[in-house]
Protein backbone atom coordinates (compact mmCIF):
# COMPACT_ATOMS: atom_id res chain seq x y z
CA UNK A 1 0.00 0.00 0.00
CA UNK A 2 1.29 3.37 -0.98
CA UNK A 3 -0.19 7.12 -0.68
CA UNK A 4 1.54 9.63 -1.86
CA UNK A 5 1.35 13.03 -1.34
CA UNK A 6 2.66 15.80 -2.84
CA UNK A 7 1.68 19.57 -3.91
CA UNK A 8 3.25 21.79 -0.61
CA UNK A 9 5.16 24.29 -1.06
CA UNK A 10 5.53 27.65 0.63
CA UNK A 11 2.55 29.73 -0.10
CA UNK A 12 1.66 33.76 1.65
CA UNK A 13 -1.31 34.49 3.74
CA UNK A 14 -4.28 34.26 1.97
CA UNK A 15 -2.84 32.29 -0.59
CA UNK A 16 -3.81 28.70 -2.43
CA UNK A 17 -2.86 25.20 -2.62
CA UNK A 18 -4.20 22.42 -3.70
CA UNK A 19 -2.73 19.14 -2.78
CA UNK A 20 -2.92 15.47 -4.02
CA UNK A 21 -2.60 11.78 -2.86
CA UNK A 22 -2.09 9.56 -5.27
CA UNK A 23 -3.18 5.85 -3.88
CA UNK A 24 -2.09 2.06 -4.45
CA UNK A 25 -2.09 -1.40 -3.26
CA UNK A 26 -5.59 -1.32 -2.18
CA UNK A 27 -9.31 -0.98 -3.61
CA UNK A 28 -9.25 2.94 -3.18
CA UNK A 29 -12.87 3.38 -4.09
CA UNK A 30 -13.91 1.26 -1.00
CA UNK A 31 -12.41 3.51 1.40
CA UNK A 32 -13.16 6.68 3.15
CA UNK A 33 -9.88 9.23 2.27
CA UNK A 34 -8.62 11.83 4.62
CA UNK A 35 -6.53 14.63 5.25
CA UNK A 36 -4.58 15.21 8.77
CA UNK A 37 -1.99 17.52 9.09
CA UNK A 38 0.65 18.31 12.11
CA UNK A 39 2.21 21.51 12.91
CA UNK A 40 5.50 21.90 14.49
CA UNK A 41 5.36 20.57 18.17
CA UNK A 42 1.57 20.09 17.86
CA UNK A 43 -0.34 16.90 17.98
CA UNK A 44 -2.20 15.49 15.07
CA UNK A 45 -5.34 17.00 13.70
CA UNK A 46 -7.99 15.81 11.47
CA UNK A 47 -8.45 18.20 8.27
CA UNK A 48 -11.38 16.05 6.67
CA UNK A 49 -12.64 13.21 4.96
CA UNK A 50 -14.49 11.95 2.04
CA UNK A 51 -16.58 8.96 1.46
CA UNK A 52 -15.98 6.42 -0.07
CA UNK A 53 -18.36 5.44 -3.29
CA UNK A 54 -20.36 3.11 -1.37
CA UNK A 55 -21.33 5.70 1.27
CA UNK A 56 -22.98 8.24 -1.32
CA UNK A 57 -21.20 11.66 -1.83
CA UNK A 58 -20.29 13.13 1.76
CA UNK A 59 -17.71 15.48 2.65
CA UNK A 60 -16.50 16.15 6.71
CA UNK A 61 -14.30 19.28 7.49
CA UNK A 62 -12.68 20.26 11.05
CA UNK A 63 -14.93 23.26 12.07
CA UNK A 64 -11.49 25.75 11.87
CA UNK A 65 -11.22 24.73 8.21
CA UNK A 66 -14.74 24.84 6.81
CA UNK A 67 -15.36 27.08 4.17
CA UNK A 68 -11.84 27.73 3.08
CA UNK A 69 -10.61 24.23 2.22
CA UNK A 70 -12.29 22.12 -0.29
CA UNK A 71 -11.58 17.90 -0.20
CA UNK A 72 -12.90 15.45 -3.70
CA UNK A 73 -11.56 12.48 -5.33
CA UNK A 74 -11.06 11.25 -8.86
CA UNK A 75 -11.43 7.37 -8.41
CA UNK A 76 -10.66 6.59 -11.80
CA UNK A 77 -7.11 7.93 -10.80
CA UNK A 78 -7.12 6.74 -6.87
CA UNK A 79 -5.91 10.06 -5.66
CA UNK A 80 -7.65 12.57 -3.48
CA UNK A 81 -7.31 16.16 -3.32
CA UNK A 82 -7.11 18.97 -0.61
CA UNK A 83 -7.96 22.47 -1.83
CA UNK A 84 -6.37 24.92 0.64
CA UNK A 85 -7.97 28.84 0.29
CA UNK A 86 -7.31 31.60 2.85
CA UNK A 87 -4.04 30.13 3.66
CA UNK A 88 -3.22 31.24 7.67
CA UNK A 89 0.28 30.88 8.82
CA UNK A 90 -1.56 28.50 11.22
CA UNK A 91 -1.99 26.23 8.66
CA UNK A 92 1.91 25.48 8.82
CA UNK A 93 1.89 21.98 8.98
CA UNK A 94 3.15 18.85 7.21
CA UNK A 95 -0.16 17.28 5.49
CA UNK A 96 -0.69 13.74 5.31
CA UNK A 97 -3.48 11.42 3.69
CA UNK A 98 -4.99 8.42 4.90
CA UNK A 99 -7.58 6.09 4.42
CA UNK A 100 -10.32 4.00 6.72
CA UNK A 101 -13.60 1.93 6.35
CA UNK A 102 -15.13 5.54 8.00
CA UNK A 103 -15.26 9.07 9.08
CA UNK A 104 -16.51 10.37 12.55
CA UNK A 105 -16.83 13.97 13.12
CA UNK A 106 -15.91 14.10 17.51
CA UNK A 107 -16.72 17.60 19.06
CA UNK A 108 -16.24 19.55 15.51
CA UNK A 109 -13.44 17.65 14.79
CA UNK A 110 -12.50 14.95 12.14
CA UNK A 111 -11.86 11.95 14.39
CA UNK A 112 -8.11 10.44 12.76
CA UNK A 113 -7.37 7.57 14.86
CA UNK A 114 -7.54 4.15 14.22
CA UNK A 115 -6.91 4.92 9.83
CA UNK A 116 -5.91 1.64 8.35
CA UNK A 117 -3.23 3.10 5.86
CA UNK A 118 -1.36 6.27 6.12
CA UNK A 119 1.06 8.01 3.56
CA UNK A 120 3.87 10.33 3.90
CA UNK A 121 3.50 13.98 4.55
CA UNK A 122 3.91 17.15 2.23
CA UNK A 123 4.98 20.21 3.79
CA UNK A 124 3.08 23.32 3.60
CA UNK A 125 4.60 26.75 5.15
CA UNK A 126 2.33 29.51 5.18
CA UNK A 127 4.79 32.80 5.35
CA UNK A 128 5.71 35.76 4.33
Known amino acids: VQLQASGGGLVQPGGSLRLSCAAS????????MYWVRQAPGKEREGVSC??????????YYTESMKGRFTISRDNAKNTVYLQMNSLKPEDTAVYYCAANVYCSVVAGSVDYYGMKYWGKGTLVTVSS
Open 50 to 59: ISSSGDGDST
Open 25 to 32: GFTFSSYW
